[in-house]
């Protein structure tokens, strides 16, 4: 319940209206149309007739509202598995926009700052660097410079400045080939290490050329600082196009998708990533085989408060816990603790089994927080080869959701 503070506004009890909470007005609008609408006054037909217009007009404002709130959360929730936040977009959105340059990956400004004029000659090195400071607080990530402004004393003034500030530009992020190519090298950097035996591009992204993305990929890889490359979170279709793209220009493919997998989602490891498979040879790396913790059954009983669920930034985790196809989740996953107890193992051990068991999964990622843990689902080794095909079909009986391939259709 919305109440107001200090007497002030929030209708009738100091609490606020539908029309307050969301900004619906009782009068009806002015209609857009030539001349309005007047009732005579003093005549019942017209009192009714404006009574009929408000109500309508009400009602639409409601129903609009409404959809606006249902699409609202529904980018919420499309977001929160992106790893953003509403307020981070309308941020972003109502900043600096950056367009691509050209047809490239490479997003840049749509204001940039020139340092031909002034940086090295005209200005102190004290107010270039504040002129880049508010330029780059504002959103500006495109420094124009050349060899020949100030005798190269631009190009140092500047040089100096990055250096000192450390900035992190806005193109630090998707699938350009400037990112791919400088993230890969702080990553090595970070890791101390020569080369990564596998790259992954996490998200296609869809201001990068998928050849700029497959070239950049081909350069890592003939430069030393990857053997491969892999896709995350990529669509079956994305996948082949990159392929393609890659048998078009002589570039090299990817062979692998990271892709979540467990006794939940599992259309796209079992229909769509095997047909890959059989066709351009790319496997599947999955991830989350626990459902962040829903299969063990530590939710069965509520959300702990120690768990991840009540951790801050996890509300979509608890709304998902609490949500009415959680509940029916959490009640199948008791049926499968009892078939987890006459296998021998714990709920973790059977479904990570479970999950080694489908065809080109070449590995299973853990996620883990302590010792135990670790040693409890290495432990799902020792039950794969429990998993005949009788126990999976008493499984997939248990879940009732088994995915089938359009050949398993047709039939």
Known sequence: MFASRGGSGGGKGGKYSVEDLYGISKKPKASTSSGSIVAKAGTRSGKSSEQKTESEALASQILEAAHRLVERRRLELYLRECGLSLAECEAERSAMPYRNLGKSGLRVSCLGLGTWVTFGSQISDEMAENLMTVAYENGVNLFDTAEVYASGRAEITLGNIIKKKGWRAETERGLSRKHIIEGLRGSLSRLQLDYVDIVFANRNDVNSPMEEIVR?????????????????????????????????????????????????????????????????????????????????????????????AAMKGYQWLKERVNSEEGRRQLAKIKELHLLADRLGCTAAQLAIAWCLRSEGVSSVLLGVSNTDQLLENLGALRILSQMTPQTVTEMDALLGNKPHSKKESRA
């Open 216 to 308: 950049a990929m081909t350069f890592v890889i003939n430069q030393g600082m990857a053997m491969y490359w892999g896709t995350s979170r990529w669509s079956a279709m994305e996948i082949m196009e990159a392929y393609s793209v890659a048998r078009q220009f002589n570039l090299i493919p990817p062979v692998c998708e990271q892709a979540e997998y467990h006794y939940f989602q599992r259309d796209k490891v079992e229909v769509q990533l095997p047909e890959l498979y059989h066709k351009i040879g790319v496997g599947a790396m999955t991830w989350s085989p626990l459902a962040c913790g829903l299969i063990t059954g530590k939710y069965s009983d509520g959300v702990p408060e120690c768990s991840r």
